[in-house]
């Protein structure tokens, strides 16, 4: 008898799944003699699915500012425990980057990056406050959903993206939201959507804040994981933010450095909550940390120390400025090159919305039988909702992928 028998598989994450079939796909073309016809170089197979930044020679990237810092802190630290709260310059600094200051009615907690800081958010309106639903964008990032549903909130969406025409449904958003239920969280991406790259306007923002000044049961949770990402500007990406703070609203944010920083894996993140008072503030941080200590302890200090060195120091914060210059400047690019190649071939339907989109995405408007078709065929993988990572595209690939899409538009099967 085992304890485990009837543990079902869980299903496979939507985005880890397609970059596990991603993995295959390299690995038997690695395992190819070299004289085999598959192994031609053109055949080689291409990942647009993880959200992570690649040089245009499709490498990952250390940003030149964290390896210095790295390297500056070599013997000079220890790896005693942090507080329950985590590193306090590195939470002081990142709260002053997410508002533009510091507010002592700001409650901060250093978390595992952007899912840890939706976790504990989650988690602490479940069993603090008399809210039980949240509201997500459709689409939105996929694991939204599991991350709340895991918290013990219901789910459920308002209307953001209309795939015919590439655009925002701000109206049917207003309505939606006008008119659902109080005492709802409602999470907004304040910029480069995640998964279709379209953003709201600040004009739109001005009507959301006029909304949730008006509706004060709904509380905004904005997801920041692409501050500086997305303009390339730090302070325009969380320009809603702080338009929301200003109209004295209650406000949560999580924020992740994993993007902007390139600290993907060492898990550095901060979710703030705006209270109404400091003593507010104090009983609320009291909680969040209380739901740290449950499930992690503590948060891991490495990647705090390089996020706080470099947020601290002016000279530092400027490298880091140039480094986000670097990355946006080749996302942008590419987007380009890709709508380029694709007019260049006449590839039937319009493109415009890759280079209006920003961010890591695009939401190509591919659909599910031409992704597959891709696959299949070209060996390019992508979310089957037609997500594209912009990250994935260099010089060297951007010409096969836009023959490979000619091809799938032109060739593959109707979607029903
Ligand atoms: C919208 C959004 N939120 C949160 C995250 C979480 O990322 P991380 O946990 O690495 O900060 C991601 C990552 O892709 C994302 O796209």
Known sequence: MSHFEKVVQAK?????GVQETYKRALATYK????????????????????????????QPWVLPVVAEVEREMVGKENHEYLEMAGHVGFRNAAQKLMFGRNFPEVATIQTLSGTGALSIGFNFFARHTNIRHVLLSDPTWGNHFTVAQTAGLTT??????????????????LQCLRTCDPNTLVVLHPSAHNPTGMDLTMEQWAQLAELFTARRTLVPFFDSAYQGYASGDLDADVAAVRLFTDHGLQVVVSQSF???????????????????????????????????????????????????TILSDPARFEQ????????????????HALLAALERRHVPGSWNHITVQQGMFSYTGLTAPQVAYMAE????????????????????????????????????????
């Not at 703030?272 to 200590?293: F, G, M, N, T």
């Not at 595209?393 to 979607?415: F, G």
Request: aromatic fraction near 6%; include cysteine.
């Open 12 to 16: 496979p994450d939507s985005i880890f």
């Open 31 to 58: 395992a190819l003699p070299k004289d085999h016809p598959d192994a031609a170089p053109e055949k080689l197979p291409i990942s647009l699915v993880i959200g992570a930044y690649r040089t245009a020679e499709g």
């Open 156 to 173: 459920g969406t308002y209307p953001y993206y209309n795939s015919q025409h590439n655009s925002v449904k701000f109206e049917e958003m």
């Open 258 to 308: 994993s993007k902007n920083m390139g600290l993907y894996g060492e898990r550095v993140g901060a979710l703030h909550v705006k209270c109404d008072s400091v003593d507010e503030k104090d009983r609320v941080l009291s909680q969040l940390a209380a739901l740290a200590r449950a499930t992690y302890s503590n948060p891991p200090s490495y990647g705090a120390r390089i996020a706080s």
């Open 320 to 335: 880091w400025k140039g480094c986000l210059d670097t990355m946006t400047s080749r996302l942008k690019g590419m987007r």
């Open 377 to 416: 065929h070209h060996k390019i993988f992508l979310l089957p909702s037609g997500r594209m990572s912009i990250a994935g595209l260099t010089p060297a690939n951007v010409e096969r992928v836009a023959a490979a899409m000619e091809d799938a538009v032109t060739h593959a099967p109707v979607a029903h």
